[in-house]
C-alpha cells in the first residue's frame, strides 16, 4: 500500500499513527510513547505503521507528501515547568504584573488554599525600561535606547536563554517593541525574542504579558523538537512537507513553530476535534460534543452547526493567555488515570496518570496503582488476550492487587471496588459534558457525541445516558482518531488587533484599515507556504461587548471592507449571538456595543480524499449478513446488576447496518465498545459504530 499522508498524535500513553492512501484508504498503528525521546517514539510508530502497510519505513517515507504531527511537547513544558531561563522586559512601574496576575488565585475565598502563582521568570530578571505609550497610542517617554542594551546585556550575564519583551499599550503603537527587537537582534543575535505585538497585539496587560513571556519559556522544547524530527525523518528518507498541529485547529510549518512555539499547544486533542467535525460533515451531523478519552485524559469539545468552539483566553495550567485555540474542556479520566481514596475515604480519578512507563498495573511492567483501564479490565470490559488485537496481554491479577490494595475501603471485593469506581469516573466525565454545555446554556439533548481515543468506547453510552444524549458514535480508527484529524485540518494564519471602535459611530476607514493590514499579512504568510490565492479562505471575526462588560462575543462577519449600510446587519448579529449564547431577554436594550479586537482568519484550503466508505473497502454491506459474534463472556455490570454474561462481536465483521441488541461488547483490533441494555448499535457506512441510547432509561432511574 502506498501511504501518501501520514498522521502521527504524540499521547501521555500510546504514540498513535495513520497511513493515508490517495484513495482514501487509511493504516493504523500504536505505539508506546517514550517520555525522554518523543522523535524516537514517532519513529518507532512510523516503523508499525509501515509494517501495517505491507512496505519498509523507508519505502513509505519515501513515497509519502506530507507528516503532520501532534505534540505534547508545549503542554508538558508548562505543566513540569521545565523551559528556557526567560528574562523579560516591561515599562518601568510594572515589574510586577506577573506576580500580581489576577489578584485571587483560585476561585475560593479560603486563605489556607491560596497559592502563589509559580514563578516562571524570577524578579531579579524582569528589567524596567524607560518608555511609555499612553492609552491613545502616544509617546509619553522616548525609549532609552542605551538603558535597553544595558540592561539584556545583564540579564544575558545573569544567564537568561530567551527573552520576551512587553510594553505598556504597545499593541496600540509597536514603535517601541520593534525598536527594542532591532535594537536585540544586532546585539544578540542568538537569544530569542518572543514580542508582544507580533504574538498577541490585544488588550489585557497581564495575559500579553504572559503569552509572550510563555512562548519565550516552551522555545527551547519546541526547536530541538521539530529540528531533530526534520533531521530523523530526512535521514529515513522522507522528502515531503512536515507540519505541526497548532491549537486553533490548522497546523504550522517548522519555521513557524519554532517561531510561535506556544501554538503547539494541545495540538493533538485538536486534531480529533477537526476531525470529528469532518465526519460528522460527511455523516449529515451539524452539532455534535466530542469525547477525546485517551491514555491521561478525556477531553470534550463542542461544535455547532459545523464550526468548533473557539475560545481567545486559552488556560494553561494556571496561567491564563491570549492564545486562541479549540475550546476543549479536560478532565483527568484517560485510560491511564490512577484511582484513589483521599484522607476521608473518597473516591478520585487522576489527575495523576501512570503513562507508558510503569503503566496500568495489568500491563505487568511494575506498576501498582489501580487506573481506569485496570477498572475496565477487572470488570471483564476487555478481553485480556485481544487488548491492541492480541499483540499484548493483561495482567488481571495484578489489576486486581493494585485495586485491593489502595481501593479495599471502596468494596469487599476487587470488583465491587471496580464498579463503584467506574460510576466515579464516568461521574468526572458527565461533569466535563456539562462545563461545556448545560453550564454554557447549551442543551445537548440535540447532540450527537463522538466518542474516540482508546478508551471511550468502553463509557461513551452511559455518559450520554447521564446528559440526555440519544446518539453516540464511534467512529472507524477511534482508537487513532486524533492522528487521522491531523490529515483533516488545514493550515492556519491568524491575526488579531484591539480596535475599540464603535459599530455605531466609529470611523470606517481606521477600522478597515486595520483589518486590510492584518489580512495582507496573513496571506502573506500563507502565500509563503506555498499556497496560491484561490486556495486561500478569508474570515472576519469582531470580537464585541457592551460597554461597561469585561468579556467579547465573537461575531463573524463576511470578509469584504465594511461600509455605512454594514453598521445596523453588524449590531444586529451581535445581539443575536449574545441572545444565543446567554439566553432570550438577556441582551442589554439601548446600550452602546463596541468592537474591542478584530481579528483574521485565512486558512489554506487543498483537496483531500473524502471520509472512505468501508462499502467502497470491499467490506460487507449486506444489512441482512449476519454480524460476526466472537464469544461470550461475564461481565461486572456497574450499574448493580453483578455479572451477566454478554455477547462479544468481531468489529470487521459487523455489516452494514445490522442492529445489535445490548447488552453486548464490539471488539476491534484496539476500541472496545460496550453497549448497555435498553441500547442497541449498529454499525454506520463509514465503518464506525452508531449507539442509540435509550436515555429516559436514564431519566427513570
Known sequence: MRIERIGVDVGGTFTDSVGMASDGKMVRAKSPTTPTDHVGGIMDALELLAEAADVSRDEMLADAQLVSVGTTVVTNAIAEMRGRRTGLLVTKGFRDTLRIARSPRIPTVDPFVQRPMPEIVPRRLIAEIDERIDAEGDVVVPLDEAQVVERVRELVDDGIEALAICYLWSFLNQSHEARTKELLESEFPGLFLSVSHELYPVIREYERMVTTVLNAFVSEAVSSYVAELEVRLTAAGFGGRVYLGQSLGGSLDPAEAKRRPLHLFNSGPVGGVIGARRMADAMGYKDILTGDMGGTSFDV????????????????????????????TVVGAGGG?????????????????????????????????????????????????????????????????????????????????????????????????????????????????????????????????GIGISRVVVPNLAAVFSAAGLLAGDPIRTEARTVQWSPETGDLRLLNEALLSMRDRAVENMRDRGFDDNELEVGYEMAM???????????????????????????????????????PGSVWENFPMFVMTARVVVRG?????????????????????????????????????????????????????????????????DTTIFVPGSARVTREPFGGFEIAVDAKAATRS
Request: proline share 8%.
Open 301 to 328: 469539545a463542542l461544535v455547532r452547526e459545523g464550526k468548533p468552539d473557539v475560545t481567545h483566553q486559552t488556560v494553561m495550567g494556571r496561567f491564563e493567555t491570549g492564545l486562541s485555540q479549540v475550546d476543549i
Open 337 to 465: 488515570s490512577i484511582c484513589w481514596l483521599d484522607a476521608r475515604g473518597a473516591p478520585r480519578v487522576g489527575p495523576q496518570s501512570a503513562g507508558s512507563v510503569p503503566g496500568p498495573a495489568c500491563y505487568g511492567h511494575g506498576g501498582a496503582e489501580p487506573t481506569v483501564t485496570d477498572i475496565a479490565a477487572v470488570l471483564g470490559l476487555i478481553d485480556p488476550d485481544y487488548f491492541l488485537g492480541g499483540t499484548m496481554r493483561l495482567d488481571l491479577d495484578a489489576a486486581r492487587r493494585a485495586i485491593s490494595s489502595r481501593l479495599g475501603r471502596f468494596g469487599s471485593t476487587p470488583e465491587e471496588a471496580a464498579a463503584q469506581m467506574s460510576r466515579v469516573v464516568v461521574g468526572n466525565m458527565l461533569q466535563a459534558v456539562r462545563r461545556v454545555s448545560v453550564q454554557r446554556g447549551r442543551d445537548p439533548r440535540g447532540l450527537t457525541m463522538f466518542a474516540y481515543g482508546g478508551a471511550s468506547g468502553l463509557f461513551a453510552a452511559d455518559i450520554s445516558r
Open 545 to 583: 461587548r457592551f460597554a461597561g462588560q469585561s468579556f467579547d462575543v465573537d461575531v463573524p462577519i463576511e470578509a469584504r471592507p465594511l461600509a455605512e449600510e454594514d453598521r445596523e446587519p453588524l449590531i444586529e448579529a451581535f445581539r443575536r449571538r449574545y441572545a444565543d449564547l446567554y439566553g
Open 605 to 669: 484550503m487543498r483537496p483531500k480524499p473524502p471520509p472512505s466508505r468501508i462499502d467502497e473497502n470491499g467490506g460487507n454491506a449486506e444489512v441482512d449478513a449476519t454480524p460476526a459474534r466472537r464469544a461470550s463472556r461475564p461481565v461486572y455490570l456497574a450499574d448493580g446488576g453483578g455479572w451477566v454474561n454478554v455477547d462479544c462481536y468481531d468489529a470487521s465483521g459487523c455489516p452494514v447496518g445490522r442492529l445489535i441488541e445490548g447488552p453486548c461488547i464490539v471488539e476491534d483490533l
